[in-house]
């Protein structure tokens, strides 16, 4: 399933270590960020789930065998030893991670792959697909749910990205602390809450009798509640349609215009119409900083439906994560550690672990990146969680996995907890001065002198 | 397959249509942008064929079906009529779309749709991902080859989004014109010739002996030849190293450092080993500008490596199309055309056509948006080509689909004919002075006073 969305030089490297004999050479791979995005002061972990059942079911299908086989530039290592090789290919190594959930930071490995050289390389393009996805996404929706001050934020970005990923991204936004998403496979494959009122066209369709017939019927088909979208024609004129349709009428949605002054009109329209229960939902390309500016000025929302911010975040697009070999066992089976040095973009070799200081309140302090290796690089603080935690171990689940519900809402647990321990600066949506990093490395790993070359 | 990747919504208002007796009327929604995104001066149209597969396959499983019966909120409209409805579903509409590989400007549907009203709403999610995606990928790829004057693009932003898109946005990038996609998938699904070489990861795990044996070791597995990632430890030792690395060595790759300077160097180095005949390919976050630059500057590259600023396109994250119900037939069966005023984000109503207008060589001069009533608005050229071409009548193909590589191949040579259409003005790749639109809109199109309200 899935094994050829990969890149064609794992596929190179995987052939050439087979026929070097070395691709069972023990490697340890970590994902990771040399840096935070701009605009961004923490990363909300997604992704780790779906990097693990892909672990669990990654397998090479007899199409995508042959398909290899018959690709010329593969001709001198698709032997029939690497032929077998994929048709046997189970993944038997060791996973860690950082729950998803959890705040992570720049030089912390999210992901750690212990497994053989062959496999370990193989897995690089599609963990961090994931990961660069769905953290991306998740540490961006955690944004909009600060900026909102306990107000839902609804994710409805479904539309700016491939359908494909539209779920996973309901579910990373989900994970982040937004009420629902609007995308129904995020529901269905994941148990998000789902939820969506009406677009314009619906309004549009009700051409003979107008707006106030349509937002009758609408109501009419669901008496239960239900949100209006106003801005069709004319907002403030909506808005006392909208007052007029009955009880069912749990909300309006305002998508254009001066969402200030709107906002105001319409609160005020509402309330004079004796509807101060009809709660009002700003939408048109909203990102946080929009959101705050709107709550500083008064504005009287009390939800907010964001798009284009969430799925895509323009402001940071790429997370730019990247995986790399930090330990490798030579020739003698001893593990070393190796690291690259191309300038400004050097590794840092050796396998690591990070440890969490939190202060008595459960408050997030500061990380420490050290060695994996406790023995080489002990922690002093007994009390500091290592928050790396060992996932799969020989190929197999450390513990059997809940369903995609379960795992998605423990996931929210824990991220509520996560922004709840951020201390004020880390909160900050970027204005605030620029922090010193929350990270620490630790004496014996910045010693680490790589082998190679 | 896939029905439930839409937006909630969508799923309402289909509820709401069945309850109201309206589903069967006829609509016309078309897929536009209201304004090019910033930084480009044309779009290249991609992710038709995939819409046009979508549509041809597109059922409710019982799965879905029973999602969609057990959400409380869908309750009231989840009738045993509407269930009968999402079992039999068949997309029975029209689709007239411009083809994939031409260009496309604001204000100019690049799919219409016309189909009954609940058909046509619940594709709205769907079409609207697929073309802000790949179309996005497409007509950013294009200024990437446009850039590199004839030197090859090979597209490797897999890793940069999720897994899913990455086969499609390879085949995007294809499309446009690069050389290649990293992403094997794009070659099994798509025919899109696949390359790729090594990582940093292979030179790091022959700790043992070093990056000159790692490079020979390289060479002997692929003797049709390869390309050497030559910056893990120091690129211009590197450069030196896969000179002495055979014959089998076509190229090296740097990707960190100065450029320019480590272009320059590296070439003298090869030459002066007597390897004239070994290319150089740069990468390392590349994007059109920095091409251009390191080309005016006459850095010795003979192709390029781009991955995040195809993917992902930072420099204009969305595409921001929009799907707007255009026309609708009122309670008497007569069309009737509409269009919302929202403030800043109103919407042209009438079904519409798009006349190019190309010059006595093949290029392009501008284009007209009419009604696509020819009746109403006739075009006053006989020459000048309509867009929109008939893809589906009634639910049929209007032609027997080709495999996908051969409508990615197709595509391709559309793309290529499209670019070399360009005038010198719409090619500028951002610099250029800012330009009036090359799209005219009728005197009759402009006249339409859309119904409602």
Tied chains: 1, 2.
Excluded: W
Aim: negative net charge; proline residues 6%; glycine residues 8%.
């Amino acid at each position: 399933m899935h094994a050829l969305l990969t890149d064609r030089y794992e596929l190179a490297m995987l052939g050439a270590y087979l026929r070097e004999g070395i691709a069972e050479r023990r490697g340890v791979f970590e994902l990771s960020l040399r840096r935070l995005p701009p605009n961004r002061r923490f990363l909300l972990v997604a992704g780790v789930d779906r990097v693990v059942r892909y672990l669990r079911d990654l397998r090479f299908t007899d199409a995508e065998v042959d398909y290899l086989r018959a690709q010329p530039d593969l001709r001198d290592v698709m032997t029939d030893a690497m032929e077998g090789y994929l048709r046997a290919f189970r993944f038997r190594g060791d996973l860690d991670a950082i729950p998803e959930g959890a705040l992570a930071f720049e030089a912390e490995p999210i992901l750690r792959v212990t497994a053989s050289l062959a496999e370990a390389q193989l897995l690089e393009t599609f963990l961090l697909g994931v990961i660069n996805t769905e953290t991306r996404v998740a540490s961006k929706a955690a944004r909009l749910v600060l900026a909102a001050e306990g107000r839902p934020v609804f994710e409805f970005g479904a539309r700016r990205v491939d359908p494909l990923t539209a779920p996973y991204a309901g579910r990373a936004a989900y994970i982040a602390g937004c009420a629902a998403s609007s995308c129904e496979q995020a529901g269905l494959t994941f148990g998000v809450p789902v939820s969506g009122t009406i677009a314009h066209s619906y309004v549009l369709a009700h051409v003979d009798d107008g707006e106030e017939a349509a937002f009758l019927r609408f109501a009419e088909s669901f008496p239960e509640g239900t949100t209006l979208l106003i801005d069709t024609y004319d907002a403030r004129r909506g808005a006392l349609r909208a007052a007029r349709a009955g009880s069912a009428v749990r909300a309006v949605r305002i998508d254009s215009g001066d969402l200030l002054a709107l906002g105001r009109d319409v609160r005020r329209i509402l309330d004079a119409a004796g509807r101060p229960d009809i709660q009002i939902i700003a939408s048109d390309d909203l990102d946080e900083q929009r959101i705050r500016s709107l709550l500083a000025d008064g504005a009287p929302y009390d939800a907010f439906g964001v798009g284009t911010a969430i799925t895509l975040t323009p402001d940071a697009p790429t997370l730019g994560a990247i995986y790399k070999l930090v330990e490798i066992e030579d020739r003698r089976d001893v593990a070393v550690p190796v690291g690259k040095r191309s300038p400004g973009k050097p590794s840092t070799a050796g396998a690591k672990q990070v440890y969490r200081r939190l202060d008595e309140r459960g408050g997030f302090v500061e990380d420490t990146v050290r060695l994996a290796d406790e023995a080489a690089d002990p922690h002093p603080d007994p009390e500091a969680l290592a928050l790396l935690v060992p996932v799969m171990r020989s190929g197999k689940l450390v513990r059997d996995l809940p369903t995609p519900a379960e795992v998605t809402r423990e996931a929210r647990e824990r991220a509520a907890r996560s922004l709840r321990s951020l201390p004020e600066a880390l909160r900050d949506l970027g204005e605030g001065p620029s922090l010193p990093s929350p990270v620490l490395i630790s004496p014996a790993l910045s010693a680490m002198v790589p082998r190679g070359d």
